[in-house]
């Protein structure tokens, strides 16, 4: 297991402790962007604890602001806070709230709407164009933002204004709050969608760390627009009760029980 995967799996652990301690949360849609928080915070973006508010740093956006448990996660592991504050998800005692808040050290932009993430982020990194700055913006959505007028608007602009410091990674788990995708409100081939609007965009396997790195190293190299990766994953990833099952999307209770198998099987991954 390389350096990667073991932060991968430890954000997965962290979530699902966290979700457990609240008695509430979204597990299936936290475990499904581990890898994708594990490259970004570790090896991928410019970010120091030690500076949260400095210029230059990169910035980051969860869109679908309900998988905040694994950010938390991802935080305090880099430093942000103490991982006894991540695990204090939803409660009066602490500040992680069941969606990102910029009160929160690390926490960039607010959300829980869907569909607000990308503007966030595609204002971000205008800013950074107009002040000279050269740091660069990530943002997960998921599939409920992608089907958001809101979300369209940002594409259609991004790509007008060849926003090549902005980055787009679609967390594709193909089940939201009721249903499947496909029954909801089908996407179709998000891909052949996005690219005529002035994208560069990538395919590939959500879970693959070394095809994450490879892909934002491929964004860092494209001048002139914008990169879309759309991240095919498994909602409930890494814990075989929850793959793919609609129920474990959140907001859910998780028993000792199913707390105590998930761990085990992420141990034993």
Not at 10 to 35: F, N, Y
Not at 48 to 59: F, L, Q, T
Not at 71 to 98: H, Q, T, W
Request: proline fraction near 4%; charged fraction near 25%; glycine fraction near 12%.
């Amino acid at each position: 297991m390389t350096d990667l995967e073991q932060r991968a799996r430890d954000i997965r652990a962290g979530a699902v402790k966290a979700v457990h301690a609240a008695r509430s949360g979204h597990p299936g849609g936290s475990l499904s962007i581990a890898d994708m928080l594990a490259v970004l915070y570790f090896d991928e973006m410019n970010v120091d604890p030690a500076k949260p508010d400095a210029p230059g740093r990169d910035r980051f956006v969860l869109s679908k602001g309900h998988a905040c448990p694994a950010l938390y996660i991802a935080l305090a592991m880099k430093g942000f806070f103490p991982m006894e504050e991540a695990l204090k998800l939803r409660k009066l005692e602490g500040f992680m709230e069941g969606h990102p808040d910029v009160r929160i050290p690390g926490v960039d932009a607010p959300s829980g709407s869907l569909g607000m993430g990308l503007s966030q982020g595609l204002g971000m990194a205008i800013g950074a164009k107009l002040q000279g700055l050269d740091f660069r913006t990530y943002v997960i959505v998921g599939d409920g933002d992608m089907q958001e007028g809101n979300s369209w608007e940002a594409i259609m602009s991004a790509g007008f204004k060849k926003m090549d410091n902005l980055v787009a990674i679609y967390d594709a788990n193909k089940l939201q709050g009721d249903a499947p995708v496909e029954t909801q409100l089908d996407l179709g081939d998000v891909a052949a969608k996005v690219a005529p609007f002035g994208w560069h965009v990538i395919e590939l396997d959500g879970h693959d760390i070394g095809a994450l790195k490879a892909a934002l190293a491929e964004a860092r190299a494209t001048k002139g627009k914008p990169t879309f990766i759309v991240a095919d994953t498994v909602k409930g990833k890494g814990v075989s009760f929850m793959e793919n099952v609609l129920y474990w999307h959140g907001s859910v209770t998780m028993s000792d029980e199913e707390l105590a198998n998930a761990l085990s099987e992420l141990e034993d991954a």
